[in-house]
């Protein structure tokens, strides 16, 4: 047997039709006690907009009849909650929607009237839905049905709606983390800026970067325009690469020099920085975020922490004060010997925190110990170590009193990579206070008692050498021992006693007492503490001291007063003073020793010199007819007097007083030509052995020379008898730089000498076997031509000294070199002016240049020349730079005065050729002594006059 088929609906009934939940409710409900009444009556267009409603998946809600009756589709009902579905459907749209009436009913009320259809986006419209008022968001419209048969022609409101909700919430939280977000960019410490564009124009700056800058105009300026100080400094051409190449740059340290506009200030900060590139929508670099933090304070304060650190320990170690320090980051324990013997220890021994800090606890005082120094390494309390705790010996066994303080260090994340602070060896304090603590504790009644056994008190503090005194709360005298009524006598000239009032002595020294009540005050409320103050009247005797203050308590742990131990610590502090005023006077005799063996070395290798010139002029002079002798000795003078040239050039170079030649150098041709002399300067029992690869560097071949030879005598001193000496040259990881790598199979360095290895006149090396330079100007050599230099070495098998320098493209193949032109062979006849103070040295240069075809004049200093100047004819000016009186820049200023289209050629044994051009511009050529022919002859052509 089958299932019937549903009986089908009446013609007036179709538009019901449908399996819809709410299709099925319209066809059921008891609409004859409505207003609307049975379905089949209802209008036309009611009929119609039904049916709409319930075959559209859209939201969709219907208002009919004056009453505003109540008809929704199922899409609708999702949004009324179980406390509306069904039960609203066919009631007055007042009674269903009693919450949100007050918002919507004018407008329905006013489309039901004849008025236009209304539009809402995203309005906020309260509902009643799943048990409490939810605050809802809509999009809706509400739009008139038309019914010939109604009142204004509209029979009903039509209701097309959609809940927005959660849109609305995600928009208004996007909107919220927005502001929030910029809140942040205004609070961040740290600065921020926001560039657009090739030009880095600012798009926005947070306060912390407007700081830095001052208050200056940046919104909308390029960073060139807000901040042309920065252009010079290359920080524009870093935004250039960055910009161009899409890769960020980040920078630490970076020394930035700001200029104030409103006081003409100039500001030096060091700065941590990320120049950060920002992409588009459509791939391509349209910014850079600059994101940074100024860390000037920071370094200022890392190293005067370093000075102090080191003046501590210099004092430390010359009193009775024990400095550790516990680097957490390479797990290392510093003990000087003071307070290695504070645990017992007394072999040089390497020592380590668990081994022999913990293990050398007393057990009962370990867990104590352990607290203090966890708290004082907590990034959250930061708290001080300040502990008491005994020792036993490691190596003898002894049971050893001491008082340590500390503080840790934190970095930037708030991590503790150090412990540093003192100890001190409290051992015969401890047993003087456990007397007086044994004292201490048998005051159990009144004052009458405890004067009762002031016998014993006098035996304990009577034979000690400290000073005590016992005060009442009301800063009476309770006791006190003979040696501090002694010494108070002594530096205030006033012998106090038991009963006198302590403030009441110093009323004639106000600012002592004001330090006496602060201290006795601070005991007196209970606290135990150390103290290190001077006191005394100045016309008699000042001294410093050591002050112990504890609380008194009775034995029912009332407060009856305060005491101290007290010890005369002036010798200590003048030792200390002393020390400090010694050590500085060792190092000033250390580097004047060093600048002896400098100039000794100096006159040595020029005796040299000047013996060989004197040797080959005396020959020359004795057998002026031997032509081809002479010719030989001439030559071979010129090649030690450009020895002489190189040896002052290297000592200039040194001394940062003569530019370096920076030029192309072939490596592997200068290791060949130094090849033999570098073996001769190892010696026979140290191999030598070159790795050099066809490659080209920028450096001044001389003092690159200069630097290989101190590397390898550095070496051989190092090798004691026999080694090995390599130079391997190779490209470096860094792009477009080579390395040269000095390396040796000695003894090596430990981390402390390559701290200081590159300091001027330090030296490991005995008494006058080193000067300290040698390092010194490999340093030098490789700064001034934009190189570095870097140590590598274990401490036991050897040392790397690694120098990196800027590769070069090999020059185009050079022709082999002309002899120089005669002197004046292409400008013979010229008025030439020559002004030196050198008698010598003018009279050569005047006979060199007479013999070339040109007219001279000579002058031996300036005033001379300038009469000479402003009487005849002059084409070209040769001055010496250092002369007595009037200098060749002022010389040739008032020259140019007179002469504006005066050629100038300035002649100098030391001074920089950048200071000259500083100092007269650009139109002069620099002639460096000692010269040849040649230098002259290319001087000559190259001076032109000024523009």
Same mark, same amino acid.
């Given at each position: 047997m089958t299932a019937s088929a549903p009986s089908p609906l009446p013609h007036t009934l179709r538009f019901l039709a449908g399996d819809s939940e709410m299709a099925r409710r319209m066809r059921t409900h008891d609409w004859a006690s409505t207003p609307l009444g049975a379905p089949a009556t209802w209008p036309a267009s009611l009929r119609?907009?039904? +049916?709409?409603?319930?075959?559209?998946?859209?939201?969709?809600?219907?208002?009919?009849?004056?009453?505003?009756?109540?008809l929704y589709n199922d899409a609708y009902s999702v949004s009324l909650g179980p406390e509306k579905h069904p039960r609203i459907l066919g009631l007055p749209g007042k009674q269903a929607f009693p919450e949100i009436w007050p918002i919507v009913g004018a407008d329905i009320e006013g489309v039901l009237a004849g008025g236009p259809a209304t539009w809402h986006e995203n309005q906020l419209v309260p509902i009643e839905r799943n048990g409490r008022l939810e605050d809802v968001y809509w999009t809706y419209s509400y739009a008139g049905i038309d019914d010939s048969h109604a009142p204004n022609g509209v029979g009903g409101v039509l209701v097309l709606c959609t809940e927005t909700t959660d849109q609305v919430l995600e928009r208004q939280k996007t909107q919220s983390d927005l502001a929030r977000l910029a809140q942040l960019f205004d609070q961040a410490p740290i600065f921020i800026a926001v560039l657009t564009g090739p030009e880095h124009r600012f798009a926005f700056v947070n306060p912390s970067y407007q700081r830095l800058v001052g208050q200056r105009e940046l919104r909308g300026r390029t960073v060139a325009q807000a901040l042309p100080e920065v252009v010079g400094q290359g920080y524009v051409q870093l935004l250039d690469g960055v910009y161009a190449s899409g890769r960020a740059y980040a920078a630490l340290a970076a020394d930035v020099?700001?200029?104030?506009?409103?006081?003409?200030?100039?500001?030096?900060?060091?700065?941590?920085?990320?120049?950060?590139?920002?992409?588009?929508?459509?791939?391509?670099?349209?910014?850079? /975020?600059?994101?940074?933090?100024?860390?000037?304070?920071?370094?200022?304060?890392?190293?005067?922490?370093?000075?102090?650190?080191?003046?501590?320990? /210099?004092?430390?170690?010359?009193?009775?004060?024990?400095?550790?320090?516990?680097d957490h980051v390479a797990n290392t324990l510093y003990w000087p010997p003071r307070l290695r013997h504070m645990f017992g220890i007394f072999s040089d021994r390497p020592v380590t925190l668990e081994g022999d800090f913990y293990n050398g606890l007393h057990p009962d005082d370990r867990d104590a110990v352990f607290l203090a120094y966890n708290n004082a390494r907590d990034p959250v309390q930061r708290a001080v170590y300040d502990v008491e705790y005994r020792t036993i010996g490691r190596e003898d066994g002894l049971v050893r009193w001491v008082a340590a303080k500390g503080r840790g260090v934190f970095d930037e994340q708030g991590r503790c990579v150090r412990v540093i602070g003192t100890a001190v060896d409290i051992t015969g304090r401890k047993r003087d206070e456990a007397k007086l603590r044994e004292l201490n504790e048998t005051l159990e009644q009144r004052l009458t008692e405890f004067l009762a056994e002031r016998k014993v008190f006098a035996d304990i503090v009577e034979g000690t050498d400290a000073l005590i005194q016992v005060v009442a709360p009301d800063f009476r005298i309770l006791a006190i021992n003979r040696a501090c009524a002694d010494e108070f006598e002594r530096v205030y000239g006033l012998r106090p006693q038991v009963g006198d009032h302590l403030l009441a002595l110093l009323d004639a020294w106000p600012h002592h007492q004001a330090e006496v009540r602060a201290a006795w005050t601070r005991a007196l409320e209970g606290d135990a503490f150390v103290?290190?103050?001077?006191?005394?009247?100045?016309?008699?005797?000042?001294?410093?001291?050591?002050?112990?203050?504890?609380?008194?308590? +009775?034995?029912?742990g009332r407060r009856i007063g305060a005491y101290q131990f007290v010890y005369e610590v002036t010798a200590r502090r003048e030792a200390e003073a002393r020390l400090a005023r010694t050590e500085a006077a060792l190092l000033q005799a250390q580097k004047m020793e060093s600048i002896?063996?400098?100039?000794?070395?100096?006159?040595h290798d020029f005796n040299n010199v000047l013996q060989a010139l004197n040797t080959r002029f005396e020959l020359i002079r004795r057998r002026p007819d031997d032509l081809a002798h002479v010719h030989k000795w001439a030559t071979s003078g010129v090649e030690v007097a450009q020895r002489g040239a190189r040896l002052t050039a290297q000592l200039l170079t040194f001394s940062r007083r003569q530019a370096p030649d920076v030029r192309a150098v072939r490596l592997s041709a200068l290791l060949d030509s130094m090849r033999d002399l570098l073996r001769t300067t190892l010696g026979p029992e140290v191999d030598c052995v070159i790795q050099c690869p066809d490659l080209w560097v920028h450096a001044d071949a001389t003092q690159m020379e200069m630097a290989l030879l101190n590397l390898a005598i550095n070496a051989r001193d190092a090798m004691v008898g026999s080694g090995c000496f390599t130079v391997a040259v190779g490209l470096a990881a860094e792009p477009e730089r080579v390395e040269i790598r000095a390396i040796d199979t000695g003894t090596g360095m430990s981390e402390a000498v390559i701290a200081k290895a590159f300091e001027p006149f330090f030296t490991t090396k005995d008494i006058g076997k080193g000067s300290g330079l040698g390092l010194a100007q490999v340093y030098s050599m490789a700064d001034r031509v934009g190189g570095s230099v870097r140590i590598e070495s274990d401490g036991r098998t050897g040392t790397s000294v690694i120098v990196s320098l800027r590769r070069a493209t090999p020059p185009a193949e050079a022709s082999a070199p002309a002899l120089p032109a005669a002197i004046g062979s292409a400008m013979a006849g010229t008025d030439i002016l020559v002004v030196d103070d050198d008698d010598h040295v003018r009279s050569s240069l005047v006979a060199l240049l007479r013999g070339a075809g040109h007219r001279v004049e000579e002058a031996s200093g300036g005033e001379a020349a300038l009469a000479i100047i402003e009487q005849r004819p002059v084409d070209l000016l040769l001055c010496d730079f250092a002369m007595p009186g009037m200098n060749g820049v002022a010389v040739a200023n008032l020259a140019r005065a007179t002469r504006p289209a005066l050629r100038v050629v300035l002649m100098s044994g030391y001074a920089d050729g950048n200071e000259l051009r500083d100092a007269i511009g650009h139109g002069v050529t620099l002639l460096r002594k000692p010269f040849d022919a040649g230098a002259v002859q290319r001087a000559l052509e190259t001076a032109t006059p000024r523009s």
């Open positions: 119609t907009m039904v +049916a709409m409603l319930l075959t559209t998946r859209h939201p969709a809600f219907i208002f009919w009849g004056p009453a505003l009756l109540c020099e700001l200029h104030d506009d409103t006081t003409a200030e100039v500001h030096h900060r060091r700065l941590d920085f990320v120049y950060q590139p920002t992409v588009g929508a459509s791939g391509e670099v349209d910014g850079i /975020l600059v994101v940074g933090v100024d860390v000037t304070e920071r370094m200022d304060a890392e190293k005067a922490l370093e000075v102090s650190e080191e003046q501590l320990r /210099l004092a430390t170690e010359a009193s009775e004060v024990g400095l550790w320090d516990v103290d290190e103050l001077e006191f005394g009247e100045p016309t008699l005797a000042r001294r410093w001291y050591e002050l112990h203050f504890h609380p008194l308590f +009775a034995s029912d002896g063996l400098l100039t000794g070395g100096v006159a």
